[in-house]
Nanobody, 129 residues
Framework: AQLVESGGGTVQPGGSLRLSCVTSGLSDSKYCMGWFRQAPGKEREAVAAVEDYGDTYYADSVEGRFAISTDNAKKILYLDLNSLMPEDSGTYYC????????????????????????WGQGTQITVSS
Protein backbone atom coordinates (compact mmCIF):
# COMPACT_ATOMS: atom_id res chain seq x y z
CA ALA A 1 0.00 0.00 0.00
CA GLN A 2 1.05 3.55 -0.60
CA LEU A 3 -0.01 6.90 0.83
CA VAL A 4 1.15 10.04 -0.94
CA GLU A 5 0.62 13.48 0.55
CA SER A 6 0.56 16.72 -1.36
CA GLY A 7 -0.56 20.31 -0.94
CA GLY A 8 2.06 21.64 1.41
CA GLY A 9 3.80 24.93 0.91
CA THR A 10 4.52 28.30 2.40
CA VAL A 11 1.64 30.44 3.55
CA GLN A 12 1.24 33.62 5.55
CA PRO A 13 -0.33 33.59 9.02
CA GLY A 14 -4.08 33.52 8.71
CA GLY A 15 -3.91 31.73 5.39
CA SER A 16 -5.32 28.39 4.30
CA LEU A 17 -4.14 25.20 2.66
CA ARG A 18 -5.63 21.90 1.64
CA LEU A 19 -3.59 18.76 2.03
CA SER A 20 -4.41 15.60 0.13
CA CYS A 21 -3.38 12.03 0.83
CA VAL A 22 -3.92 9.74 -2.12
CA THR A 23 -4.03 6.10 -1.14
CA SER A 24 -3.41 3.05 -3.27
CA GLY A 25 -3.16 -0.63 -2.58
CA LEU A 26 -5.24 -0.56 0.56
CA SER A 27 -7.59 -3.47 1.05
CA ASP A 28 -11.35 -3.10 0.89
CA SER A 29 -11.48 -3.01 4.68
CA LYS A 30 -12.61 0.17 6.34
CA TYR A 31 -9.75 2.16 7.74
CA CYS A 32 -9.19 4.69 10.43
CA MET A 33 -7.08 7.45 8.94
CA GLY A 34 -5.52 10.60 10.18
CA TRP A 35 -3.02 13.39 9.93
CA PHE A 36 0.02 13.84 12.12
CA ARG A 37 2.62 16.57 12.08
CA GLN A 38 6.16 17.06 13.25
CA ALA A 39 7.81 20.39 13.84
CA PRO A 40 11.60 20.65 13.86
CA GLY A 41 12.99 19.42 17.15
CA LYS A 42 9.64 18.14 18.34
CA GLU A 43 7.91 14.80 18.45
CA ARG A 44 5.32 13.94 15.88
CA GLU A 45 1.83 14.70 17.14
CA ALA A 46 -1.66 13.70 16.12
CA VAL A 47 -3.65 16.43 14.43
CA ALA A 48 -6.91 15.05 13.06
CA ALA A 49 -8.49 11.68 12.46
CA VAL A 50 -11.50 10.09 10.86
CA GLU A 51 -12.75 6.71 11.95
CA ASP A 52 -13.96 3.92 9.74
CA TYR A 53 -17.60 4.97 10.03
CA GLY A 54 -16.99 8.69 9.78
CA ASP A 55 -16.50 10.06 13.27
CA THR A 56 -13.85 12.75 13.34
CA TYR A 57 -11.70 14.16 16.09
CA TYR A 58 -9.04 16.80 16.41
CA ALA A 59 -6.19 17.91 18.56
CA ASP A 60 -7.20 20.80 20.80
CA SER A 61 -4.69 23.06 19.08
CA VAL A 62 -6.43 22.75 15.70
CA GLU A 63 -10.06 22.30 16.72
CA GLY A 64 -12.24 24.74 14.80
CA ARG A 65 -9.49 25.61 12.33
CA PHE A 66 -8.75 22.31 10.60
CA ALA A 67 -11.19 19.93 8.96
CA ILE A 68 -10.55 16.34 7.95
CA SER A 69 -12.57 14.64 5.24
CA THR A 70 -12.44 11.74 2.84
CA ASP A 71 -13.44 10.98 -0.71
CA ASN A 72 -14.16 7.31 -0.28
CA ALA A 73 -14.71 6.73 -3.96
CA LYS A 74 -11.31 8.13 -4.86
CA LYS A 75 -9.70 6.88 -1.65
CA ILE A 76 -8.31 10.29 -0.81
CA LEU A 77 -7.92 11.82 2.63
CA TYR A 78 -8.01 15.58 2.96
CA LEU A 79 -7.08 18.12 5.58
CA ASP A 80 -8.32 21.67 5.23
CA LEU A 81 -6.19 24.03 7.27
CA ASN A 82 -7.54 27.49 8.02
CA SER A 83 -6.39 30.41 10.14
CA LEU A 84 -2.89 29.04 10.01
CA MET A 85 -0.39 30.12 12.61
CA PRO A 86 3.39 29.86 12.66
CA GLU A 87 3.15 27.04 15.20
CA ASP A 88 1.31 24.98 12.60
CA SER A 89 4.51 24.71 10.59
CA GLY A 90 6.01 21.29 10.17
CA THR A 91 5.88 18.13 8.14
CA TYR A 92 2.41 16.67 7.85
CA TYR A 93 1.96 12.95 7.46
CA CYS A 94 -1.10 10.89 6.73
CA UNK A 95 -1.55 7.46 8.23
CA UNK A 96 -4.00 4.61 7.92
CA UNK A 97 -4.79 1.50 9.87
CA UNK A 98 -7.54 -1.07 9.37
CA UNK A 99 -7.48 -1.78 13.09
CA UNK A 100 -9.20 1.24 14.56
CA UNK A 101 -8.53 -0.01 18.08
CA UNK A 102 -4.86 0.36 17.31
CA UNK A 103 -5.39 3.75 15.69
CA UNK A 104 -7.25 5.02 18.75
CA UNK A 105 -4.49 3.74 21.00
CA UNK A 106 -1.99 5.72 18.97
CA UNK A 107 -4.22 8.80 19.07
CA UNK A 108 -4.39 8.65 22.85
CA UNK A 109 -0.63 7.98 23.07
CA UNK A 110 -1.15 4.54 24.60
CA UNK A 111 0.67 3.00 21.66
CA UNK A 112 3.67 4.22 19.72
CA UNK A 113 2.88 5.71 16.32
CA UNK A 114 5.28 3.30 14.66
CA UNK A 115 2.67 0.55 15.03
CA UNK A 116 0.27 2.15 12.55
CA UNK A 117 0.07 0.10 9.39
CA UNK A 118 0.65 2.70 6.72
CA TRP A 119 2.36 6.08 6.55
CA GLY A 120 2.96 8.61 3.85
CA GLN A 121 6.25 10.34 3.27
CA GLY A 122 5.05 13.74 4.46
CA THR A 123 4.47 17.19 3.04
CA GLN A 124 6.00 20.36 4.44
CA ILE A 125 4.04 23.40 5.63
CA THR A 126 5.68 26.66 6.56
CA VAL A 127 3.58 29.44 8.03
CA SER A 128 5.55 32.64 7.95
CA SER A 129 5.16 36.28 7.09
Amino acid sequence: AQLVESGGGTVQPGGSLRLSCVTSGLSDSKYCMGWFRQAPGKEREAVAAVEDYGDTYYADSVEGRFAISTDNAKKILYLDLNSLMPEDSGTYYCAADAACVRFRAVWTAQLDQKFLEHWGQGTQITVSS
